[in-house]
């Protein structure tokens, strides 16, 4: 990945999948290391923002998918966006 991404790059995205997948423990380190590549705060928010904007319509699509599915015996409403591996 590196002669594609440069280090900057990487580390944004991989700060967005962290914040999509919920995961405090992967944000956290990686946001630890961002100086080390110069990626500033503004740039963490807008990576941030574009990942929970993808993983809310993600939600979204997985509550319908999960209502039809169930032929409404599980309405989206009830789908629980909560971490369950503590």
């Known amino acids: 990945m590196e002669d594609i991404l440069?280090?900057?790059t990487q580390l944004l995205v991989?700060?967005?999948?962290?914040a999509a997948a919920r995961c405090q423990h992967c944000f956290t380190?990686?946001?630890r290391s961002a100086d080390k590549v110069a990626v500033t705060d503004r740039?963490?928010?807008a990576a941030?923002?574009?990942a929970m904007k993808v993983a809310g319509?993600?939600?979204?699509?997985?509550g319908?998918?999960?209502e039809q599915t169930t032929n409404g015996a599980v309405?989206?409403?009830e789908t629980s966006s909560a971490c369950a591996c503590g």
């Not at 991989?14 to 962290?18: E, I, K, N, P, S």
């Open 48 to 50: 941030v923002a574009i």
């Open 43 to 45: 740039e963490v928010r």
């Open 75 to 77: 309405p989206a409403g």
């Open 14 to 18: 991989a700060l967005g999948a962290a």
């Open 64 to 66: 319908a998918f999960i």
């Open 6 to 8: 440069d280090a900057k």
């Open 29 to 31: 380190t990686l946001y």
């Open 57 to 62: 319509k993600a939600q979204d699509f997985m």
